[in-house]
């Protein structure tokens, strides 16, 4: 094979379209627009997934599904009240719980919660078990085994500051409300004695001061106008004096 003899795929490349070179073109005038409207402009473009003005398929879809975690484990709950059933020291476990028809399949995880009263031993062979059910168990002299793997302790994970802080307000005000409460002390009495009513507050009551005689017995400075009187009484005497030895 040689390089003037290759070529490319048949029908990949196509000729260019000639529009606007006359009616007998048969893409003449309009080049295949067609008359007015959004798609007869130079700028003419539509949005990927434009399908004519109707609903597209994007939206049509349902949406706000939630979020599915593909991680979680779902558990057959069975309450510590329905295990009264079984005889003391009896072993329950997935096989014992299906037959008793309280779980579905002796596959399914099971988890117990510590809802009812048990007041005999038993020996459970469970996944997951709440503290108080675990409590509640152990208390009546049975015992519990755990299935499958287990999840790592709280411990060992990694505790962020805000868990941290929250933790530490909790114990706080944990020790706060643990502290006995103590008596509040008694007001000190006012020293006063209580004023007398009716007829003895009168008869006790006090004169009214006059204005010089406040905070001391002074008496009160003489006034302004006393004092030039008696200078001018003076004047007038000696005047009435003088007018006598003249005549």
């Not at 196509?14 to 007998?24: D, E, F, I, L, S």
């Not at 349902?62 to 779902?74: A, I, S, V």
């Not at 755990?146 to 114990?171: F, I, N, S, T, Y």
């Amino acid at each position: 094979m040689k390089l003037h003899e290759l070529s490319p795929a048949k029908g990949s490349r196509r000729p260019r379209k000639r529009v606007g070179r006359g009616q007998g073109a048969g893409q003449g005038k309009t080049s295949g627009r067609g008359q007015k409207g959004q798609g007869s402009r130079s700028s003419f473009g539509l949005p990927t997934g434009f399908e004519g003005g109707q609903m597209p398929l994007k939206q049509r879809l349902p949406k706000l599904r939630g979020f599915h975690n593909h991680w979680r484990h779902e558990y057959v709950v069975v309450n510590l009240g329905k295990l009264v059933r079984f005889d003391k020291d009896t072993v329950v476990d997935p096989d014992v719980l299906t037959e008793a028809g309280l779980i579905p399949r002796a596959s399914s995880p099971v988890k117990v919660l510590a809802a009812g009263h048990l007041g005999h031993a038993l020996t459970l062979r469970v996944h997951r078990i709440s503290a108080a059910a675990r409590t509640a168990v152990e208390s009546a002299g049975g015992s519990v085994e755990l299935l499958g793997a287990q999840p790592a302790a709280d411990d060992a994970a990694p505790v962020g500051k805000r868990a941290k802080r929250r933790a530490d307000a909790v114990e706080a005000r944990a020790e706060l409300l643990s502290r006995p409460a103590t008596p509040a002390e008694p007001a000190p009495k006012s020293d006063r004695k209580k004023r007398p009513k009716g007829a003895e507050a009168a008869s006790e009551a006090k004169p009214p001061q006059a204005r010089g005689e406040r905070g001391s017995k002074r008496k009160p400075a003489p006034r302004d106008s006393d004092t030039t009187a008696e200078p001018e009484q003076d004047a007038q005497q000696d005047n009435e004096a003088e007018t006598e030895e003249r005549e």
